[in-house]
């Protein structure tokens, strides 16, 4: 197979510039082969190919420029083949934007059946029909590359916490190697990326030797891996604050898996780059609405007679020409309307935000913009 989509030589090298600061927040540009990315930045998550509910340009339209595909998924159903001898994957899911696969690893460990790690990769069935099968830091990347990814991850080993220090030494070291594997394997087409993937827990010692490990080796953009794993905010927040620093300034930083907005206000102010999360779609599905005021789940009946749309001042037609009332009642008879709409609500809102703290830090308005941003949460929907 030849590699498909094989970037065009004019395509632009890989690359990241940052424009701002404004204390440890920052503004810059992912330069990819298939655009730009504008940074702080959400990449809504396209697990199998599709953002659920979405049309890729609505996704486009609320701002996205980048979203997310998972290896584990697209290995198993369609095949990574397939999607090559289709085109690749921007071709096959017609979204001409960048993409960021992950190494799915992850998923391999929250999702297949009779998981087995050794040194050379992991073994495991899968979760669909039993089918044996191995990642390996090479099979990884060769996946995402026949996938076509911009940014392709490095195959790592995430512990969830709590964990005993050994426990996280130990998988924090395997990734390590399995990042120099990686850096190896890495056909890097022009205008295309591979992340390293920091491990240690919530051990700063271990975080640090992983950074410092992962820098030698020398990556286009480091992501912070073994958060959003069940440990309390402030746990993540301070990994995040013994990290950073250890992370060259001009390279993306990408932090995995988060998060609420919550979370992303206070991944950004301590100078992370770039998010990805399932919860703005998993939760359109479910009913949950995310406005600039807080939460509103359109189960509750509070909302039954409610003629009001969810944010008349939205620029998403989701949020600004429907009313409560219909949208509870779609949730309440499990329309596919309503998980369209609140999905793209949520989307919208997510890229919203992402745009807001962009021009506060190119205006050097970041602390004023976060205040009021937590000052209507705090508000919350009335
Ligand atoms: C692909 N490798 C990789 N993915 C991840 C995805 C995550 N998603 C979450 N919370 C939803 N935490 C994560 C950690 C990792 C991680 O440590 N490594």
Redesign the pocket.
Known sequence: LTRPDAAPSEAPAFGFALHATDGTARRGTVTTAHGEIRTPAFMPVGTLGTVKCLYPEQVRATGADILLGN?YHLMLRPGAERVAGQGGLHRFMNWPHPILT??????VMSLAKLRKITEKGVTFQSHVDGSRHELTPERSLEIQGLLGSDIQ??????VALPADRREMERAMELSLRWAARSKAAFFGRRGHGLFG?V?GGDDEELRARSAAGLVEIGFDGY???????GEPQEVMFRVIEATAPALPADRPRYL????TPQDILGGVARGIDMF???MPTRAGRHGLAYTRYGKVNLRNARHADDPRPLDAASDCPAARDWSRAYLHHLVRTGEALGAMLLTHVNVAYYQSLMAELRVAIETGRFAEVKAQIEADWARGDI
């Open positions: 290896t992950d190494s799915g690893g992850f998923q991850m490095q195959l790592d080993e995430c993937i491990q992501a912070l891996g073994g958060l959003a794993v995995m898996g988060v998060g990805d999360c399932v």
